[in-house]
Each structure stands twice: as structure tokens, then as C-alpha cells.
Nanobody, 119 residues
């Protein structure tokens, strides 16, 4: 069974910083990508940042230049450093892992962690 455990969410003033962490454990297989998505009330879940096995990255347009994603392949962890936070960054942030096992592709989600940015 695969488990993703997130940490680091919370309350912060606009302009502040937060760091989210996610640890993946269990029979994951070969991790192809790890990333973070977010969902605000009444909105769809959107990509925040993603890092692939080859360390290439994708960022949502609204966070480019402010957020940085990193991963530790040996520990199966992915971190999201968030700086210059804005009230519109307020959302539930979800860790996401895409993996391959026995020739099949799997996608896993964490339970989500709340980030609230006060104006």
C-alpha cells in the first residue's frame, strides 16, 4: 500500500514563506514524477509544480519565480518552497506521485494540507 504524508502547511502573512514536504512510502515502484497541486474552494485542482525523474520541472504560471520544487530520490521526498506568498495562494495543497510498476502507470495523492495566506 502506498502512502503519501504531507507536512508544512499553515497560516502565514502575505509576503511570507512556507515549506511543504511530502514523503512517499510503500510499494511505489519506479517514481516517474512527484509534484504538488492545489485546490481552492469552488475551483478545480491545478498543478503548482512537478519534478520528473530527470529533474526537469514544470510550474504553474501563477507561482513561477516564487515557488521552488525539489526532491530527494533516495528518500522519496518532494519539497515545495513557497516564497512571496499571496492571499490567492490560499488553498489545500496535495502531494502527487506518478509511478510505474510492472509496466503499469499509477498515480497517488496525499490527503492534502491547508495553506492560508492572510492579507
Amino acid at each position: 500500500q502506498v502512502q503519501l504524508v504531507e507536512s508544512g502547511g499553515g497560516l502565514v502573512q502575505a509576503g511570507g514563506s512556507l515549506r511543504l514536504s511530502c514523503v512517499a512510502s510503500g510499494s511505489i515502484g519506479s517514481i516517474l514524477a512527484m509534484g504538488w497541486y492545489r485546490q481552492a474552494p469552488g475551483k478545480q485542482r491545478d498543478l503548482v509544480a512537478r519534478i520528473r525523474r530527470d529533474d526537469s520541472t514544470d510550474y504553474g504560471d501563477s507561482v513561477k519565480g516564487r515557488f521552488t520544487i525539489s526532491r530527494d530520490n533516495a528518500k522519496n521526498t518532494v519539497d515545495l518552497q513557497m516564497s512571496s506568498l499571496k492571499p490567492e495562494d490560499t488553498a489545500v495543497y496535495y502531494c502527487n506521485v506518478v509511478a510505474s510498476r510492472l509496466g503499469l502507470r499509477y498515480e497517488y495523492w496525499g490527503q492534502g494540507t491547508q495553506v492560508t495566506v492572510l492579507s
